[in-house]
């Protein structure tokens, strides 16, 4: 199991460091204006689409339903022609309606904005065909244990579009969103080669070869039927996070120039140590933990749950502390140069201390619904996930008046604490209350309280340094 954490977290943080690399020089020769918010809207909409449909729904819901199998590669054809029939269809539908989708993404822009903003949008939706190719063959090598070309492909994304931005970096804003929008399709090209260059060396591809082949002679409908019993409840619950993070956006549409970019650039700092720690983690020990459940082996699921969940509350719980006690530090070292300005360090470094609040929780979260997706109880998941979206927006609408971008961030953590408390309380609390009854929870307090007042200090050096 740590072999898969490992191999996992080290493909996440290469592609994540030089996604840290892009977001710098996509700074540096942007900034935080108008230019960047139209771009970054239109790369919203796939991102929205990807992360519901092509990521996390679709895992959790092949994976069990993959696992329980008798006709394993008839199955999966079966349901890689139906995502990608309706993937293929709704991407030509925003190609010829574009500025109708976008003024969906930000209904309080003006005509102008969406007018600059809706071919892009077309442009950037295409990158979702290409990511649910690579996702469905994601999973495939997940089942295989094979995490590392998942988890390293976005690299392949960030270098095409470091490079657009290296060629076209004295262009007009304009061309620069273009080139931007149109490496991205080149990234997600390379994405597909990975995996299935993956796919040959795992010898896989006799299983694709194969359910092709016997599509027709061979009867999944009782399994495709209840893959799609479990798949609609793992939309919903997929997809609140994603639609809180659509909303955010919007809202902070209605504040001030540059709030968009000010929510993007922390919470990619915030999805940092989400990503290496918690969905690495999760990712690893999803298969293990279905294939135990499928075989009835409780046992060896709880022992799992066990160990990744300490695991977990200790990596988070360090990243949580550098996170607020360096937040200005940190985004002045990664972001504060070109047209990137102090006031933006400022804003950006609030936002993220209000994003980090949550990433214990969010965290957590993650690993719990995961039991329950295992589980097959797709349904409680959803429902928890809706419940915490309400709270989410209500919150959002109250803080924003107040507090800005800051306060969109920050009533997405209160969701992610509702999320996590009724997620616990579905598995049981008592299996939680017996996972904190042990020796390692002082050690934790302790160490945490230690790392704590480090950081404090080292952030009033660094301060006093770069001020």
Known sequence: MFKSIFSNSAGILISRVTGLARDILMTSVLGANMWSDIFLMAFKFPNLFRRIFAEGSFTQSFMPS??????????????????????????FLITLFPEFFTKLLAWDWNADLISKTAPLTAINFWYLDLIFIVTFLGTLLQHKEHFFTTAFSTVWLNIAMVTALILFSHSDPQTIVYALSFSILIGGVFQVITHLYSIRQQGLLKILIGGWKYRKTKDVKGETSKFRSLFLPSVVGNSTAQIASFIDTSLASFLAAGSVSYLFYANRIFQLPFAIIALAITTALFPSIAKAINNNNNELAYKNLYKSFWLLSALLSLSVLGGILLSEPIIWLLFERGNFTLQDTHQTANVLMMYMIGLIPFGLAKLFSMYLYAQHKHLKAAKIAVISLVINLLFSLVLMHSMGAAGLALAGSIGGIVQLILTVKEVGFGIFLELLRTRISLYFLIATTGFGVMFYILNGFLIDLIR
């Not at 696992?67 to 991407?91: E, G, P």
């Open 66 to 91: 993959y696992i329980a199998s008798n006709q394993k590669s008839v199955f999966a054809v079966a349901i890689f022609i139906r995502f990608m029939t309706f993937i293929v269809m709704l991407s």
